[in-house]
């Protein structure tokens, strides 16, 4: 099993012009209405404060994540019921503001994990927690991992990485504050998302 990662890692002024560089290039290269599906499904989340079924398939099309798995089956034939009762954990966690940004990341993610498909993988499960909480959480894939890496830093695969994810979104955002500009968590993963692919257009 790999050793959980020392997540204080700083970036330095070559890597900050890296990620800023790729953000640039993601906000010129994508569509503006390539969120909307994201912005509905939050929009519906804050109203609701859990998270169903149809949002949950709103946001695996909108990750361009594949559907003809076992899992999905499972969850479809979860009663709605049961699905927001998890789902409402998930949110009030991400969405409490007593909790650092790291540790509500931590507690959203391991609430999804009795859900069909959240035991383990964090890209579909990002994208919820991203969905009820836009202010504060981030989107985590291969692509973001890439983007890590080409940038020197390290994320293991142990448990819990989605919570030390959060905690190097958070120091990128620290990082911009350093060098005169104000992100979003989203800023940071859009960054990481453009630099950890090909420049293929959303």
Do not use: C
């Not at 981030?138 to 890439?146: P, S």
Request: charged residues 25%; without cysteine; aromatic residues 6%.
């Amino acid at each position: 099993m790999n050793a959980p990662d020392q997540t204080a890692q700083v970036l330095g002024l070559q890597a900050w012009e890296t990620l800023r560089g790729s953000h640039a290039a993601y906000m010129s290269g994508t569509s503006p209405t390539y969120d909307e599906v994201l912005t509905e499904v939050a929009d519906r989340i804050r109203a609701t404060a859990s998270i169903g079924k149809a949002d949950i398939g709103a946001l695996l099309f909108w990750k361009r994540l594949r559907a003809d798995t076992p899992w999905v089956r499972e969850l479809m034939v979860k009663p709605e019921t049961e699905v927001r009762e998890i789902t409402e954990k998930a949110v009030s966690a991400v969405t409490d503001m007593s909790l650092p940004v790291p540790k509500a990341a931590s507690a959203g993610r391991a609430a999804l994990s009795p859900l069909p498909g959240f035991k383990t993988g964090d890209a579909l499960a990002s994208a919820l927690l991203l969905a009820a909480a836009p202010e504060r959480m981030a989107v985590y894939d291969e692509r973001a991992q890439t983007g890590l890496e080409a940038l020197g830093l390290s994320l293991s695969p142990a448990r819990g990485r989605y919570g030390r994810y959060m905690e190097l979104v958070e120091e990128m955002r620290s990082t911009a504050g350093r060098y005169g500009h104000t992100w979003s968590a989203r800023d940071v993963d859009t960054a990481l998302f453009w630099l950890g692919g090909p420049k293929s257009q959303p």
